[in-house]
């Protein structure tokens, strides 16, 4: 039987930190959210990291893409259990399941521009879709992060940062806009849990 330990909550560099419940076995939850985010449009010049919303895919007009950054130093060292990334999709161009990419990548600032920073490696691929009327209205789309969330405990990366983009940046049907973490209602969430 696991014996659980009181919540905790801390806050890390601006980023909400929820930790817990903790267990006597040394198994943990932590929720994460981004100590920063922004979209980066093809031959748009201006900072969009205070906008509510994130943003991949084919505009009709020009490619964008989204980057996430987390203060992880809380996971050093640990054994990652599961690690999900969470985005509320608000808003697709339709129903019809288009892929999207998350990458590991290398951190975004206000600067960041066009194309974005450096994509790394691509994590995972979903086709996962909301936001479009009642067949497939806003809600939660979730992708498996956890390969690239053990990596990042094991070279205790006090930084971890992803991109997000469409598998097709030049078909509309894989537009998607999600909360960011600027916006109030259902910011980005990454949920994991570890073993000390």
């Known amino acids: 039987m696991r014996i659980r330990t009181p919540f905790l909550l801390a806050v890390v560099s601006g ?24 979209y980066v449009v093809e031959g748009t010049r201006s900072d969009q ?3 509510q919303q994130l943003k991949v895919g084919f505009n009709g007009e020009r490619p964008v893409r989204s980057f996430l950054t987390w203060d992880t130093s809380a996971l050093a060292g640990k054994k990652i259990v599961s690690a999900v990334l969470r985005l509320w999709n608000q808003h697709s161009w339709s129903c019809t399941a288009r892929a999207w990419e998350v990458w590991s990548a290398e951190p975004a600032t206000p600067a960041t521009r066009w194309p974005g920073p450096a994509l790394v490696q691509r994590v ?6 909301k936001g479009w009327a009642n067949g497939c209205a806003d809600g939660w ?4 992060v956890q390969p690239l969330v053990q990596s990042w405990a094991d070279q205790k990366t006090a930084v971890g940062a992803i991109g997000i983009k469409a598998a097709d940046e030049t078909d509309k049907f894989g537009w ?17 849990t570890y073993l000390d």
């Open 15 to 38: 980023a909400v930190l929820a930790a817990g419940p903790a267990f006597a076995d040394g198994t943990g939850n932590i929720d994460l959210r981004p100590s920063f985010d922004a």
């Open 124 to 129: 995972v691929t979903s086709t996962e879709t």
């Open 141 to 144: 789309v979730t992708a498996d």
């Open 49 to 51: 990291s205070h906008d």
């Open 176 to 192: 998607k806009r999600f909360s960011s973490s600027e916006s109030v209602f259902n910011p980005p969430v990454l949920s994991v």
